[in-house]
T-cell receptor, first 114, second 112 residues
Framework: EPEVTQTPSHQVTQMGQEVILRCVPI?????FYWYRQILGQKVEFLVS????????KSEIFDDQFSVERPDGSNFTLKIRSTKLEDSAMYFC????????????FGSGTRLTVV | RKEVEQDPGPFNVPEGATVAFNCTYS??????FFWYRQDCRKEPKLLMS???SGNEDGRFTAQLNRASQYISLLIRDSKLSDSATYLC?????????????FGSGTRLLVRP
């Protein structure tokens, strides 16, 4: 079964440092997403990416965040200057043309900002 | 008003019990509907899509009522392994962009 792969599984970083979270979506999928989940809270939408550009972003996705799909396979989320409140699970997801199958999520990156 | 609303639970039931979860959504134009399951500190995994005609997958039955904007999930003959958080999820189309909107989840604990 096709998978969405995320690396690293856990990242610890100091406040103010830049982090890059990496994702390899399912190859024939068209839509790519980042979601985050703060411990004990709901899954929150960050950004969607389609046709090599951001199609929508949430209020959480401020100027500190950026996404790229540099080589047609990897999909990255960069946080320029991390804050303590950025500590969360970050899930990458992709969606194929058949919307009825829902998203496939990666196993997530646990980001801990200290 | 929350976009997708669920009873947070927890639902604590014995093995073999039948349990039902409910969910309401606010956007009448929502495109597709799903139940996801999330285990502690893991990613959400698709349990089943939900159709207006109702659909069943083994012990799980999902129902959608578009007029009432209401989604349900019924689990029969609960197993210990069913213990998890069940997320009601809708797919919205806004400005040509698709987006999943998650409920906060209903926690299920099945006891021996």
């Amino acid at each position: 079964e096709p998978e969405v792969t995320q690396t690293p599984s856990h990242q610890v970083t100091q406040m103010g440092q830049e982090v890059i979270l990496r994702c390899v979506p399912i190859s024939n999928h068209l839509y790519f997403y980042w979601y985050r989940q703060i411990l004990g809270q709901k899954v929150e939408f960050l950004v969607s990416f389609y046709n090599n550009e951001i199609s929508e972003k949430s209020e959480i996705f401020d100027d500190q965040f950026s996404v790229e799909r540099p080589d047609g396979s990897n999909f990255t989320l960069k946080i320029r200057s991390t804050k303590l409140e950025d500590s969360a699970m970050y899930f990458c997801a992709s969606l194929g043309a058949d919307l009825g199958y829902g998203y496939t999520f990666g196993s997530g990156t646990r980001l801990t900002v200290v | 008003r929350k976009e997708v609303e669920q009873d947070p639970g927890p639902f604590n039931v014995p093995e073999g019990a039948t349990v039902a979860f409910n969910c309401t959504y606010s956007n009448s134009a929502s495109q597709s509907f799903f139940w996801y399951r999330q285990d502690c500190r893991k990613e959400p995994k698709l349990l089943m899509s939900v159709y207006s005609s109702g659909n069943e997958d083994g012990r799980f039955t999902a129902q959608l009522n578009r007029a009432s904007q209401y989604i349900s999930l019924l689990i029969r003959d609960s197993k210990l392994s069913d213990s998890a958080t069940y997320l009601c999820v809708v797919l919205d189309l806004m400005d040509s962009s698709y987006k999943l909107i998650f409920g906060s989840g209903t926690r299920l604990l099945v006891r021996p």
